[in-house]
């Protein structure tokens, strides 16, 4: 059985938001959940959700992107940053991000982006899998004959 992570595209440009799903839908290990066009217009929504990935723009009107994952980084497991700006680059790895893709998106750029993301979420899972099975586990020693 394979496993599916959800996904939310953040970007104030159309053109670049549907970019990016076109070249997402033909994963099928991903569910698209939402795409918005600024940060703003999501605020609410990760109120009772945890994300696994996050498509996120750096300059957007309103908060830009570094500043909104700043607020809502406990609520998503890999946000990878898209834009046309290398200057972030520092700020979104210091805010763990999965990874930096610069602009124009490209279906070459998102698949490598992709196979890193799937790795290091598959093995968070497996881990998770693996301290379940053992979590009301006993080991008994004897301790002499």
């Known amino acids: 059985m394979m496993r599916t992570y959800n996904y939310i595209i953040i970007d104030d440009e159309d053109l670049d938001r549907f970019a990016i799903s076109a070249y997402l839908k033909k994963y099928p290990f991903l569910n ?8 703003q217009d999501i605020e609410g929504f990760f109120m009772n959700k945890k994300i696994d990935i996050l498509f996120l723009d750096i300059e957007m009107p309103g908060i830009n992107g570094i500043s909104f994952l700043k607020k809502v980084r406990d609520k998503i497991e890999c946000p990878v940053f898209i834009t046309s700006h290398s200057q972030y680059a520092l700020d979104a790895f210091g805010l763990d991000a999965a990874d930096y893709i610069i602009k124009p998106i490209t ?3 998102i698949a490598i982006s992709l196979s890193k993301i799937k790795e290091k979420l598959d093995a968070k899972y497996k881990a998770g899998l693996f301290d379940q099975s053992f979590k009301n586990s006993s080991l008994l020693i004897k301790d002499g004959l």
């Open 32 to 39: 698209h959940i939402a795409s918005f066009s600024t940060a």
């Open 107 to 109: 279906q070459d750029k």
